[in-house]
T-cell receptor
Framework: AQTVTQSQPEMSVQEAETVTLSCTYD???????LFWYKQPPSRQMILVIR??????QNATENRFSVNFQKAAKSFSLKISDSQLGDTAMYFC???????????FGEGTQLTVNP | EAGVAQSPRYKIIEKRQSVAFWCNPI?????LYWYQQILGQGPKLLIQ????????DSQLPKDRFSAERLKGVDSTLKIQPAKLEDSAVYLC???????????FGEGSWLTVV
């Protein structure tokens, strides 16, 4: 079974600063994917970034980057130059390659303050 | 490329009434999912289709929830009769195939009063 844990229910950051959201996961599979999704108040789940477990290089998408520590089963999201539009709930999720059940963490509510 | 389409966006019904939600996945996506997200929680998978077949419905309350994807394209999720605890956002999602990135629709908000 897969589990995903986000230990920070809420975080806040000043506009233009950098913030890091934490996520740990547990899986017995060797092939899997990890994701960060953003959910604004509209409740649409928007893909932010994706990491394949077999890749050592950390994924980067514009201002968003991850720190993937496979041995520690850690997958944190760094948001640089935070913008007001980044205010949202952020979910970490895992997906094993052979299956399709996306397992979500509890979410971290991020607020970017002007 | 068009995203996952869902309707209606909002629905308010009384308990014991029925409701149906519709979803059209991204073109060419074989796998379709229905998730339930209760306020303050992460989404929970209700049912997963691979083309027109059910792959996983282990968390679907089958006494009141049903879903179909008859032609392997669009899908309908029905709740009958609704309970107060069914108030949630129902998210439809799709992926090219199992094990690939999953893309979500805007969700259908249900309030049961």
């Amino acid at each position: 079974a897969q589990t995903v844990t986000q230990s920070q229910p809420e975080m806040s950051v000043q506009e233009a600063e950098t913030v890091t959201l934490s996520c740990t996961y547990d899986t017995s599979e060797s092939n899997y994917y990890l994701f960060w999704y953003k959910q604004p108040p509209s409740r649409q789940m928007i893909l932010v970034i994706r990491q394949e477990a077999y890749k050592q290089q950390n994924a980067t998408e514009n201002r968003f980057s991850v720190n993937f520590q496979k041995a520690a089963k850690s997958f944190s999201l760094k948001i640089s130059d935070s913008q007001l539009g980044d205010t949202a709930m952020y979910f970490c999720a895992s997906l094993i390659s052979s299956g399709s059940r996306l397992t979500f963490g509890e979410g971290t509510q991020l607020t970017v303050n002007p | 490329e068009a995203g996952v389409a869902q309707s209606p966006r909002y629905k308010i019904i009384e308990k014991r009434q029925s409701v149906a939600f519709w979803c059209n996945p991204i073109s060419g996506h074989a796998t379709l999912y229905w998730y339930q997200q209760i306020l303050g929680q992460g989404p929970k998978l209700l049912i997963q289709f691979q083309n027109n077949g059910v792959v996983d419905d282990s968390q679907l309350p089958k006494d009141r929830f049903s879903a179909e994807r008859l032609k392997g394209v669009d899908s309908t999720l029905k709740i009958q009769p609704a309970k107060l605890e069914d108030s949630a956002v129902y998210l439809c999602a799709s992926s090219i195939n199992r094990g690939n990135t999953i893309y979500f629709g805007e969700g259908s908000w249900l309030t049961v009063v």
